[in-house]
C-alpha cells in the first residue's frame, strides 16, 4: 500500500498503542526492537510520528510470532503477511487502526546487529527494546529532511553522554 492513502485506512499512533503493541510483542515472545520516529521519541526527542516502526528478526518463526502479537489491532491487516515478505520487501507496512512498518533490515542493518547495542526502556510496565543512539544514527542515513534532524537530535544525546561519563 502506498504512504499517500495510509491516512485514510489508519490514525497516528499514541503512546498508549505503541504499549499495548510492544505488550503483544513480548507475550508471543517476538524479536523486535523500535526504531524510526517513536524510537527518537523514546530518547528525548519532541516529534511526531505517523507510523510505529520496528526492525525485526526476519526469520519466518519470528514472523509468526509477530503476525499473531498484531493480531490485536482491529482490522488484523497483518494476517496477509506472508513468511517472506519482510526479507522480501523493504519495509511492510500493516496499514491497520495505526501503521506498522516492519524491517529486517534498515539502511544495511539486520536486527541481529542493532540487536548488539539495544536499550531496554520501559513504558507502562512494559519493556521495549529500542535501538541506541549510535544505531539509530545509522538506520537514519537517508536523504530525508526528519531525518537529518533527527542525527543531529541523536548525535547530540551522544556527546550528552559521554559528557556524562566523564
Not at 34 to 58: C, E, M, N
Not at 65 to 93: E, P, Q
Not at 113 to 124: K, S
Request: charged share 30%.
Amino acid at each position: 500500500m502506498d504512504d499517500q492513502d495510509d491516512h485514510r485506512l489508519a490514525r497516528a499512533p499514541q503512546p498508549d498503542d505503541l504499549i499495548r503493541l510492544c505488550r503483544a510483542l513480548n507475550e508471543a515472545a517476538a524479536r523486535y526492537m523500535l526504531v524510526g520516529g517513536f524510537a527518537v521519541i523514546a530518547h528525548g526527542a519532541g516529534r511526531f510520528t505517523k507510523d510505529v516502526d520496528l526492525l525485526v528478526d526476519d526469520a519466518p518463526e519470528n514472523v509468526a510470532r509477530i503476525r499473531t502479537a498484531l493480531s490485536i489491532l482491529a482490522d488484523n491487516v497483518v494476517a496477509d503477511v506472508a513468511d517472506d515478505d519482510i526479507r522480501d520487501h523493504v519495509v511492510v507496512r500493516v496499514a491497520d487502526e495505526i501503521i506498522v512498518g516492519l524491517m529486517g533490515r534498515a539502511c544495511g542493518v539486520g536486527y541481529a546487529e542493532a540487536a548488539a547495542d539495544a536499550e531496554t526502556l520501559e513504558r507502562g510496565g512494559v519493556k521495549i527494546p529500542v535501538a541506541s543512539p549510535a544505531t539509530l544514527i545509522r538506520l537514519k542515513d537517508t536523504p530525508r529532511p526528519q531525518d537529518a534532524v533527527d542525527r543531529a537530535f541523536l548525535e547530540g544525546v551522544l556527546r550528552a553522554r559521554t559528557a556524562q561519563r566523564r
